[in-house]
């Protein structure tokens, strides 16, 4: 079966912290792996996305993500976070026979001033 | 820039009621989406729709229909509204790819009383 999962649901950190948000997901075929980011009060918006070709993605504000095939994982990470930096995020993916995405139940991240 | 639009971002309806929520796109994107977002779930998929006229049934299609009549615009209908479809509820449009990213709108905050 086809799933997202992601390992916390609540995460606390201060600010200049290190960020690692774990994603892992079960796909039998080519998978294209998503992260997005949802700020309090507004749409849920592209951070970085892998498809092909280089497995470390970097994306929007900082953010990077590895895809390690072996571990079916794709975890985001941040080396320093910043108070903005407030959010949910989801892990996504879809796979090569539909343009359909699956998204894993999300991580909320709080970052203490 | 990808524009997606939703009617409402609150509407107040009571049990039974026929419910319209409408999302548009201006982007000519072949795909769109119906998610419903709550707390702890994630998105979850109701319908989607890869061309006009054309509908797929997601993962909770149940009590929801949808229409398509131009490429730019997917309605999502409740037909009998209840109160455990009180939710947030986002429209999705992507490019016919399945590494494309999909693009939010701002959601619309539904409550059924």
């Known amino acids: 079966a086809q799933s997202v999962s992601q390992h916390n649901h609540h995460v606390i950190l201060s600010e200049a912290a290190s960020l690692e948000l774990g994603c892992n997901y079960s796909?039998?075929?080519?998978?294209?792996l998503f992260w997005y980011v949802q700020y309090p009060g507004q749409h849920l918006q592209l951070l970085l996305k892998?498809?092909?070709?280089?497995?470390l993605v970097k994306g929007i504000k900082g953010f990077e993500a590895e895809f390690i095939k072996s571990k079916f994982s794709f975890n985001l990470r941040k080396p320093s976070v910043q108070w903005s930096d407030t959010a949910e995020y989801f892990c996504?993916?879809?796979?090569?026979?539909?343009?359909?995405?699956?998204f894993g139940k999300g991580t909320r991240l709080h970052i203490l001033p | 820039d990808v524009k997606v639009t939703q009617s409402s971002r609150y509407l107040v309806k009571r049990t039974g009621e026929k419910v319209f929520l409408e999302c548009v796109q201006d982007?000519?994107?072949?795909?769109m989406f119906w998610y419903r977002q709550d707390p702890g779930l994630g998105l979850r998929l109701i319908y989607f729709?890869?061309?006009?006229?054309?509908?797929e049934k997601g993962d909770i299609p149940e009590g929801y229909s949808v229409s398509r009549e131009k490429k730019e615009r997917f309605s999502l209908i409740l037909e009998s509204a209840s109160t455990n479809q009180t939710s947030m509820y986002l429209c999705?449009?992507?490019?016919?790819?399945?590494?494309?990213?999909?693009?939010f709108g701002d959601g619309t905050r539904l409550s059924i009383l």
């Open positions: 892998y498809f092909s070709g280089d497995p």
């Open positions: 996504a993916l879809s796979g090569n026979r539909d343009d359909k995405i699956i």
């Open positions: 982007m000519d994107h072949e795909n």
């Open positions: 729709s890869y061309d006009v006229k054309m509908k």
């Open positions: 796909y039998g075929g080519t998978v294209n």
């Open positions: 999705a449009s992507s490019l016919r790819d399945s590494n494309q990213p999909q693009h």
